[in-house]
């Protein structure tokens, strides 16, 4: 079993649209929640972190995490171009920073 | 200023042959990391230092062998090189290794073994 799942889509939305990405994770002792942005050739780059239940909005972002049902979402508002990219879930627990991540979301904006 | 930094980029090897991937991060963080990203593009963790001390080690071949000569450098050496071994090495680093801690990624290394 994938302890952190995502969808890997294609998900295609029109530009100005709400991008609405979800992750689930197996392990209920996990603590901090990630998601970063990956370009095509190019490395991760973290977009938000939330480790407590409910919203965290920063600018166009919003992550929201509900750890009794296991899932973390992230909201993209007026979603751009240049927003096209694959979005990774990533979780951790325990003492050490072992981030275990999801197999990403590709996501596509359309003009 | 690259703030992590990999070298090489991109390394085409032979199978069989011995290779090493050099990485340094100059924001005077504790913790560093390789990562291992796949062609399905599945990043999985593979070692964590800690102020030079080893404090993860995944299930990787022993013909992966980290080395970290300080807290600023993290390189990876590769024995014996395998097919299966193509994939891009993310070297990574945090302030520290507990959980809450931002994990920076350099560029990746994309290794292709023929």
């Known amino acids: 079993q994938k302890e952190v799942e995502q969808n890997s889509g294609p998900l295609s939305v029109p530009e100005g649209a709400i991008a609405s990405l979800n992750c689930t994770y197996s392990?209920?002792?996990?603590?901090?929640f990630f998601w970063y942005r990956q370009y095509s050739g190019k490395s991760p780059e973290l977009i938000m972190s939330i480790y407590s239940n409910g919203d965290k909005e920063d600018g166009r972002f919003t992550a929201q995490l509900n750890k009794a049902s296991q899932y973390v979402s992230l909201l993209i508002r007026d979603s751009q171009p240049s927003d096209s990219a694959t979005y990774l879930c990533?979780?951790?627990?325990?003492?050490?920073?072992?981030?275990?991540f999801g197999a990403g979301t590709r996501l596509a904006v359309h003009p | 200023d690259t703030a992590v930094s990999q070298t090489p980029k991109y390394l085409v090897t032979q199978m069989g042959n011995d290779k090493s991937i050099k990485c340094e991060q100059n924001?005077?963080?504790?913790?560093m990391y390789w990562y291992k990203q796949d062609s399905k593009k599945f990043l999985k963790i593979m070692f964590s230092y800690n102020n030079k001390e080893l404090i993860i080690n995944e299930t990787v071949p022993n013909r992966f062998s980290p080395k970290s000569p300080d807290k600023a450098h993290l390189n990876l050496h590769i024995n014996s090189l395998e097919l299966g071994d193509s994939a891009v090495y993310f070297c990574?680093?945090?302030?520290?290794?507990?959980?809450?801690?931002?994990?920076?990624f350099g560029e990746g290394s994309w290794l292709t073994v023929v």
């Open positions: 924001l005077g963080h504790d913790t």
């Open positions: 990574a680093s945090s302030q520290e290794g507990t959980v809450r801690n931002t994990i920076y």
């Open positions: 392990d209920r002792g996990s603590q901090s």
């Open positions: 990533a979780v951790a627990g325990g003492g050490y920073n072992k981030l275990i």
